[in-house]
Structures are given as structure tokens and as C-alpha cells.
Nanobody, 121 residues
Framework: QVQLVESGGGLVHAGGSLRLSCTVS????????MGWYRQAPGKQRELVGS???????AYGDSVKDRFTISRDNAKNTVFLQMNSLKPEDTAIYYC???????????????WGQGTQVTVSS
């Protein structure tokens, strides 16, 4: 069974920084991509950042130049460094992993339980 365990959320003042991490554990063949999404109250879940196994990255427009996503393939872990945080970054942040359970198998999406990030003004 695959599990995604997130850590690093919390309360920070505007302009501050936080670092989120997410580790994938369990039985699987390979991880294709990992990423972070967020959902604020009353809003749809949106992409924050994603990174492929080769290191290609993509970011949501609202976080470009402030957030950086990285991964440690050996530890099946993805990180999200968040700098210059704004009150509008307040949301639940969810880790996402797209992986295959066996060689040649389908790509399946897995989600973490979410971690709260609150930015005070």
C-alpha cells in the first residue's frame, strides 16, 4: 500500500518562509512525477509546483519566483521551499505522486492527507 506523508506546514508571518516535505512509502515500481497542490476555502485545488523524475519543473503562476520544488529520488521525497509568503498563500497543501505499481503498469495518482499553511498579515 502506498502512503504519502507530508510535513512542514504551520503558521508564518507575511514575508516569511516555510519548507514542506513529502515522502512516498510502500510498494511500487517507480515514481514518474511528484508535486504540490493547494486548496483554499471556497476555491478549487490548484497546482503549486510539479517535478518529473528527470527534474523538469512547472509552477503555478501565482508562486513563480517565490517557491521552489525539488526532489530526492533516492529517498522518494519531494520538497517545496516557499519564500516571500503572502496571506493569499494560506491553504491546505497536498502532496501528489504519479507512480506505477509494476513495470508497464498504469500510472496512478496518489495524494497525501494535506498540511495546513497559514500566512498572517
Amino acid at each position: 500500500q502506498v502512503q504519502l506523508v507530508e510535513s512542514g506546514g504551520g503558521l508564518v508571518h507575511a514575508g516569511g518562509s516555510l519548507r514542506l516535505s513529502c515522502t512516498v512509502s510502500g510498494s511500487f515500481f517507480s515514481i514518474n512525477a511528484m508535486g504540490w497542490y493547494r486548496q483554499a476555502p471556497g476555491k478549487q485545488r490548484e497546482l503549486v509546483g510539479s517535478i518529473t523524475i528527470s527534474g523538469s519543473t512547472a509552477y503555478g503562476d501565482s508562486v513563480k519566483d517565490r517557491f521552489t520544488i525539488s526532489r530526492d529520488n533516492a529517498k522518494n521525497t519531494v520538497f517545496l521551499q516557499m519564500n516571500s509568503l503572502k496571506p493569499e498563500d494560506t491553504a491546505i497543501y497536498y502532496c501528489n505522486s504519479r507512480l506505477t505499481a509494476w513495470s508497464g503498469g498504469p500510472i496512478i495518482n496518489y495524494w497525501g492527507q494535506g498540511t495546513q499553511v497559514t500566512v498572517s498579515s
